[in-house]
Each structure stands twice: as C-alpha cells, then as structure tokens.
C-alpha cells in the first residue's frame, strides 16, 4: 500500500532552465562584500539601552531573595526586573519555562534578574551588583538518576502543564513526555531470532555553535506596540510565544511585531524562543526605547538550547540470513530544566528509532526526563543524529557477528516505498538503495586499504540514515509574489536564509514557473507584519512547504498573466507559455508581449482604455494529510510524519595507533533530494553537514562539573572545526528519486547530512584498530587510550 | 561583553618612559604589547590593573639580529615576525616550527614571543623551544640592564623571575650547528593551546637538550633525561631509555582537556619521535621543519 | 582619550576610553558593520580586519593602541567593485550565513598579497583562525585556490 498524495505538485516537463542549475545565490553578494546585515548591525541611534542578565551560579535551588539595591543606584540604571516582575509560563509544545526564575532556579545560567542601562559597560557592572540569596539544592545532572525511585521532583506541577496533544507526561516522575511504540512482539521474535544484540550507547550533550550570537533589539513603543528584532529561525513562531507570555499585560498578535533580517547560522539554537523573551519582556518596562540583549559567546553555550544527551539501551534480534525481525530501543533523554521543545525531540526520535530498516517486531520507549542541565532543544538532525549512533553501530556488531557483509546486511533490510513504518503509516519513495551502492562505491568498499606510514592504520566505515520532518500536522507556509514595473519579482516569506540557500531556492522555483532570471527576484527577509505565514524555518522543510507556496504563488500569478493576455488579445490560455520574460503563444510565434511592458501599467486595449494592472499573487500550503493520533500505549494510528529523506554514509580514513589521532582520508555522502533545486545548495549542505556531524563525534567534547556549571564554555576549549580539520576529500552524492507532492520533487535535505557521521567513524575505527567504542565523542584521546588498553590485554592473554 | 574594569593607557616613545610609567604605579601596572592576552585577561576580569604601558612605540625592541652566534629577539618580535624572517629560517627554523603552531595567523601577527614566555601559561610554545636552546632574557629597570638565564626564569605557576617595574627588552640564543624539533600535543589540526609538548635540540658533539610544556606548573628542561642521552648516538635502545625516564620526570594533570595518563603516555611517544625528528634534522635526513610529526 | 585612525581611507576623530576595545568602537562609532562580535576571545575570527596590511582580531586590540593606524575592513575592498577573489567567492556560492565572510575575505586576501600562489596547506593555514559553522571550508578553499593561479580553473 503506498501513500496517496492529495497534492500533487505542477508536474515538471525535463526542460527545465533554473530549477536543477547551480545558480549563483541571491544573497552572495550581500555577504562577500559586507553589507549583509544581522541584527546587531542595525544602528538604532542614542536612544539605545543595554541589558545584562543576572544568572544563577547554581544548578538546583530555592531562590530567598534577590536584592537590586545596591545594583538601582549604580550609574546609568533605568530598570532592573526579577521574575515577580513577569510570573508568567509559556512554551513551544508544553508550557514549563519563564522568563525569569520564579521560586527555583533549574540550571547553571538560568536568568534571575535583568538590568536595563545607558551604556552596555553600565548594565554589565550593575548586574554584577544584584544579590541573590539560595537555598543550594542536590541537582540531579543524568537522566537515569531522575527518573530512579525518589528522585526529587525538577517539576512538581509537571501534572497540571499545558501541552499539545500527543505528548504524554508522567506526573509526579521527571518524565515529562513518554513516547512509545508498541508493534507485533518482540519478546517472541527475539526468542525465535537466531541472534541477538544487547548495549548501551552514550552520547552527550552538543552547542549549536553557530558563528553569530543570540541577539535581539525591544522596543514597545509609546502607541503600545511591540517590535522585536531578532536573530530567529522562526519569526512568526517567536511572535506567537511572545503574545502567549506577555498576554497577561493585555498583548495579542497584533500587537507585535518581529523582524528578521539575515541569520548567522540557526542550526535550530535560534528556533523557537530562548532568551529573546527576556528582551521582549524587559521593552514593557521601559515605553519608547529599543534595548538591546546580546548574548555573550559564553552565554550562547550554556543559556541557549542544547542539545540533548541521551543513553540508548539498543537490543535488535535477526536471523542467520540476515532479516532484521525485532527492534527494542530504549532512549533516556537527558532533555534538562526546561522542556517546552526539547520533549518533541524526544517524540520525534520515538517514532523513528528504528532507522531505515524494515522492522516487523518494535517496542520502542523515548523518555524526555528533566534533568538541573541547560534546556535541550531543537539541533539540526533532532534526535535522529543521536539514535543513529547506537543503532548503526550496532548494525555492523550484527553484521559481523552473523559473518556478513555490513553493506550487504544494510542493503537486505533497508526500508523502501510502501513498507510499514513503526507507527502504521508507508515509506515514501526514497532513493536508499542507490544511495547505498553509490556510496560505497565512492569509498571502495570491500578493498582493504594499507598505510604507508608504520604508525597509521587505514579502516572504513558505512552508516545509512532518515530522517522526517518532525512538525505539528498542521505546520504551514504562505507566500506573496509581486511584480515591478521592470518585469523584477519581489516575494515575500517568512521562512528564515539562515545560511542554507533558502532565499534562493525559493527563488529558483519562481523563476522556473515565471521565466524570469533569478537575479531579477528579490525574496525578502521576515517582518510579521507584511510577509505571510511561516511556521519556522527548521525540520528540514522549507524547501518543500514554502517552495510549494512559492510555487503555488508563481502559478497564480503566471494564470493572472495569462488572463489579461486573453482579455486583450484573444488567445486561449492553453496556448500560451512565458519565456525569457514575456509571453508567447505555441499558436502564433510571431507574439511575444515583455512581461514588464504591462505587470504594473496594464495594457491598453485599442479603444484606449486598459486590462489588467499590478500583478499580485499568492500561495499556501498546509499538509492535509497528516495527523497526531497515534495511540499513547502503542505509537500505532497515527501519520505524524510527512515523508523521510534517506541516504549513506562512508569513510576511509588513517588513525595513528599511538596518539588515536584521526584523518578523514576521504568521506562519501548520499542524499536523496528528489529533485536537487540548486545542486551547489545541497552539495553545501552535504559538506557543511558532514564536517558539523563529523565534529561531533572527533572533536566536540562538552564537559560539566559535579555542581552542573558547564566547564568549557569557549571556543578554546569547545572544539569546533577549522579549515584544517576537515576531509581531504568530500565526495557528494544527490540522488533523485522525486518526491511526488513536492516542488519539482525536491524534499529537504539540511539536517540529514550530518546524521550518520557519528557511526560511520565508530565503524570505521573499529574496522581499523578492532576496537568498538560506545560513547562519544570518540576523540584522539579516546581512540589512543582504548587501542592502548587492548594490546595490553591481548599481550597479557598472550603471557 | 565589554571590558568593566577602568584603567589609565600610556604609550610611552622611550623605555626609560615605561619603566618611569611602571614606578609610578608599583604593582598595578601591566605591560600591553601584542595584547593577545592581556586584552582577553581584561574581558575575563582576571586583572584589573590601573595603569596599562602599551611599549609598541618603544625604539628598538622589535629586531632580529644574528650577531656572529648571537641571535637577538627583540620583545616587540611577533610570532609572524619570526616565520618570515630569513635569519631564523636560515639559523633556527625550530623557532618557526614552534611559532607557526602558535593560535592563528591574526593572533601571531600581534603576539609576540617574549610576551607568551611573560604570561608564562603552563602551555606556553615558546617555553619548551627557549629552554632547550641556551637563552638568556635582557631586562630593563630602574636598576639599568639584568640578564636572567632562561633556566631561572620560570619559577612558579604562571610566575617569571621578572620584577613589577621590569621590561623584557631582547631573549638572545647562542646558536651552533644543531637539529631541533617542537612538537605540540593538539586537541585536533586547527589552533589549540599544547596539551602536552616537547622541545629539543640535538647538537653535533652529541650533547642533546630536552624541555617539556604543559606537564608540570611550568615548562621545564629534564637534565636527567639529557644525561641518559649525552655522548651517545641515537639508537633505539637509547630512546627506550630515555622514554623509560619520561614518567618520573614530568606531572601532568587531569583536567577537561585531557587525563593526566593520555599526555604521559603522549609525552612518552613526543620523546620518542622527536628525538628521531631532530637528530634527523642534524644530519639533514630528517622531515622538513614545520611537518608535524604527532 | 583622543583617537585618531583611517578607516577604509576615511580619517576619524573619536574620543574613547582605554577600556574600549577596537571591534566595538568601529561598529559604533566608525560606521562600518563587517567586523563582527562572535566571541570576544579571538578565537573565531569573525572581528577580524586589516591594521596596517595585516590582518588581527580586533577584539583584542584596545582602541587606543589603534591611534595613528589605518584599518582596511571588507567595505573598504569593495568600494570600487568586488575584487577576483570576491567575485570568484560569489560565483562558487562558498559562503552560506556570511557571518564568518567579512573575517575570511581578509584572511585570504592577506594571503594572495603574500603568497600569489598558495597551496591547499598554505589557504588551510590562512584560514585556521576563521571559524565556520556552515560550509566546511571546501567551498572557501576552492575560490582561493582558483583566485591563486589567476582565477585560471
């Protein structure tokens, strides 16, 4: 049975012109010659103010007090706020955070109290001055301690929240939402299967790192309205949760307003709302004046999302040939104070925690658990980076145990168009198979290579990976399209360019329906005010929700087009196409009528009065086949997920025995993109992607203290890759295998890239050194002090 | 963030004007010269000086000079200073090896050696690399000039026999004909401060010096470790020994970079492929300077 | 304190305190927004500009020591048109955010003032301190490459 898809996208004839070219980015200039703007370049005159919180220094306790005197009278104060000042909770899918402490602080960093001053310098030294008084209580820092009998309670009213539907919390436990997944029965499959695997996998908490900071500028201005300018993936989103937080002093959508220009980098840290909701509370304690918040790179790594650690408790059974037959994965998810959206990621890998295989048997348990740690939340891959390294690891444990090839196991269970998936719904059409192979042939899988240095082994690695977009089933874009009197193109989204292409993109697909070059669209920047709808710009799915307005769009405008040609000229609109900006007719080859001569004017009719005038359009798309009814106790019932984006993995790469030190001699990466719109886009995505899921497991390695404090929150010791440490060869793989409702067939492919790449490196070390590690990161350290610790133990087997 | 802290800002254009400038503020002043640290000291509110000496415009403190087989390094010498210059790639390339693994290019076209060796972090590059050469600091004070041999330099964690109303002026190296090599324990390829390192220099007459970085409090020479090697050509054997004696020598910590066990075990393996590197170097049969050999 | 530098060939008069710190006293009182906050530590690269024909992180130079010198930022190379390297930056689509360009453009145009014709190791090298987060450095590095045999591939 395969899935119907109630909207079929304009179905493209091969002759395409822009979509399927690497066009140059829209936005490419702006960004090699400086005038890019983000928020923290926009001058907003004399009048600015400055605010510097006040964080806790503890990870668990009961606030006594808080003293702003000393801090009131410092030079240059106007306003300090507390949490009485805004005792109010809001979240994205559970309502659990404030926006400032109230009672009790939950983590290391958590605000307490803001300063609102004339100068930054002033703000930052009148903070220092607020005293705060705790009553220090035990955190609790893993997930398996919270949620063990009597384990204090980080959310006693955790039974009272609000929350969406389809999120199930266990009141008085830590667990603020279980995901289960109950299908046929894997107690019976595992005692029938001819082998079977057990372990545990640890992966820790990461940092977004994106280059440029959380920053936001308030203003409430003496009418009463609110604007906030921030650096966000999600303008729309963030107005709504501002309107949700600050209702009680009497605000509605209305009211506020939030602009967007260019982002420097989301990766999901700036989605949703983290500490932009102190600035926008802080702007209705001061009429008139924007204030600014910009975070530190400290405070980035610590007070923003993280994210999530998580302990996965892996058991799969198959049998001597192969076939997968039962999957039980339990994931602890160490999702920290506050869990308004990091429980959704924990939905999210719940119902997917099988990986791209074909799995009769499933019982699957995603835990979100509050821990005294930073709030989890949404980080590019959501979850799926997180599970994917237990499981393919465990994938080629199996393989080897049972003597087969890992590709060739992979390959017999990958899941294709129509196969079941845990929850119910099929499998989309999806390129996995060609993925795999030519993936693997990319690195030479099945030939063994020899190092020419004595101290260096070479291994390789295979790992696949899916992902779906992990939305609310009613998750929307809308666009509005207008033409200028040269026969330009101005669009207006609310989907965020965070770096990905997305302006571009969208572009693209206008310029495919329109015949209009790309450099003749502009597509602007949210304002929530004058651009539509847009749920948020993550999940990987833009290109495919807002493409389709954007499509949608071009093609009302292209009818409107053709309506005043008909008007004025007679021609059925079946006979006319638009080519190299002006409409033509297949009947009459001698028409040809410039778009700019009339998208504005008109066109005059002979008896001299006019058709026509501004063409305007516009576009909506909103999945109307997706739901969230999936059944609390077993998963089953519901089609929480539009479609799955698939692909593989592989790597060769030279690790010194003595030092454990790594180089990624050549890495290979397949994705299906169902259609590749601009294939210098996805190819970015494919390397920028790699290289951030390749420093996951290499190099990032965030450490806390027993007290919860973050202990290396810089980028001296959090170690993000720089241009030396990358592959010596990237080689990027786009296949398509059209996804039927999507622009041209194109489906997302931002977060998939990096998916894959924690496993495939444990593989390939293992492959190379015969050792198996289960925890990241797997750095030079962990690489040299494992190997070193199984020679010693063989030699001494030897003795 | 900003800087909080207030303090006062002299450029002096003479050294008898800095050291005028430090007498006036005895214990609270700071010298600023590339800035690399101190700026960054100054953010983290780890200093709060009053006065800050910005010694740029001081004359004749930015030289490199080969002097017969004196090379002089004046403190005003930036890390780039040091890889561009053909009197040090001609006469001691270990000193570009080392600079050339310091942070970045627009750190090192700021920072300056005698500068990493005042700060004095455990880590310090040119710790290691001045210790195994035979360097001597040139200091400038009230009392006119004072040399301190580099031996006598690094006396405690982060602490230099410099005095609060002293200004490093030159290191000078008595140079021979010699092999050398400065290899730095990094978190991966990209800039890192030295998790662990070794410096050594191996001269023609079998005389070899060995110094470590970021094991103990302080970089430190292993005259134990050189004694075991003295007189002798380098032979497996050899360096066994010497990487027997590593152990008992070094004291490094546990810390969110690395286990104190991993840069033991590091230090071990340093030794052991620098000792090869730079006597390899000697005979010219060695890999080029600036090719890592961990 | 008075401070007297050239920025992009424009001369200013400012007055600032020692405590002030170059980065922010050009983004707020010199008009130019490409150095960019991204660390504070000079770790990232992002505030990078020219001083004097050398690239430096201008969160760690205070103002004051900037007194008499001349900063070149990416406004001032594009003023009269993109340079080969930009426009070869442009047409290999290498950057994503932009966020790290500014500091990079730099980087790699101190380098080609220096070494015309660079070597994979040698554009790595010139790079190191720019940190990116979006592109994994390919796309940067190919642009440079080709800007160094004279935009021949």
Redesign the interface.
Known sequence: MTTTYPFEAESPSEDLTTVGT?A??I????????????V??IDFGPGLLYAAVVESPHAYARILSIDTTEAEAADGVVRIATGKDFPYKFGMYMEDRYIFAQDYVRFVGEQVAAVIARS??EA??AA?LVKVEYEVLAPLLDPKAAVADGADLIHPELGNYTHVPWFFPEADTNIAHWRKIRKGDTEKAFSEADFVLEDTYHVPRYA??????HVTVSRLDHAGRLTVWTASQSPHTQRHLFAEALAPLGFTHKDVRVITP????G?GGKAGVSMEIIGAAMATLVKGRPIKL?W??EQEFYNTYQRQGVVAELKVGVMNDGTITAVEHKLYWDAGAYVEYGANVVNAAGLSATGPYRVPNITNDSLCVYTNLPPGGPYRGFGYSEFHFGLESHMDRIAEAIGMDAVEFRKKNAIVEGDELAYGAHMNPSGMLEAIEKTADAINWGVEEQSDNPNTVIGKGMALFWKAPAMPPNASSASFLKFNEDGSINITVSGM?????YLTVMAQIASEVLAVPVDKIRVETPDTDRNPYEWQTVASHVTWSSGLAVEKAAVEARSKIFDVIHQVYGFEDDSLYLEDEAVKCKTDPTFSKPLSDFVIEGIQTDDGTWRGGPIIASGKFMPEFTNANSDPATGQGGHPNVHYTVGATGVVLEV?K??G?IWVRKAALAVDAGRAINP??V??QI??????GLATV??E?M?FDEGGKM??P????Y????????PDE?IPIIVEVPQPDGPFGARGVGEHTMIAAAPVIGNAVYNALGVRITSMPI???KV??SY?AKITFESNQEE | MVISHEFDYRRPSSLDEAIGALAEFPGSARILAGGTDLVAWLRDDAVAPDLVVDIKNVPGLGDIVLDGTTLSIGSLVTFTDLIESEVIEEHAPLLSEMAETVASTGIRNRATMVGNICSAVPSCDAGPVLLAYDTTVHLAGPGGERLVDINDWFIGLRETAMTEDEVVTRVTIELRSHGGVYVKLMRYAGEDLAQAAVGIVAYPDLDYRVAFGAVAPTPFRSTRIENALRGSVLDEALVAEAVELVDGEISPITDMRASAEYRARMTEVMLDRGLWAAVGRLSGTGPDYGERVI | MDLNITVNGEPWALDVAPADVLLDVLREQAAVKSPKIGCERGDCGSCTIIMDSRTVRSCLVLAIEADGHEITTVEGLSFDGLSQLQNLFLANNSFQCGFCAPGIVLAATELLERTPNPSRHDVQEALAGNLCRCTGYEPIIEAVLAAGDGGAS
């Open positions: 690497p140059v980015r936005d490419g200039i702006d960004k090699i010659s400086g005038a890019a703007q983000f923290d370049d930054h310098r930052v030294r220092k977004h790192c994106a280059i440029e900071p260019y982002v420097g980098g990766f910009r530190t790179r360019e965070l770096g990905q292409g010194d003595q030092t030190r210098d886009l190819k970015g390397t920028g992607g790699l290289v951030q290499l190099f390695d450490r202990m290396n810089t980028f001296t010791d170690k993000i890759p720089t241009a030396f440490d990358i990237i750095t030079q350290e040299a002090m070193l």
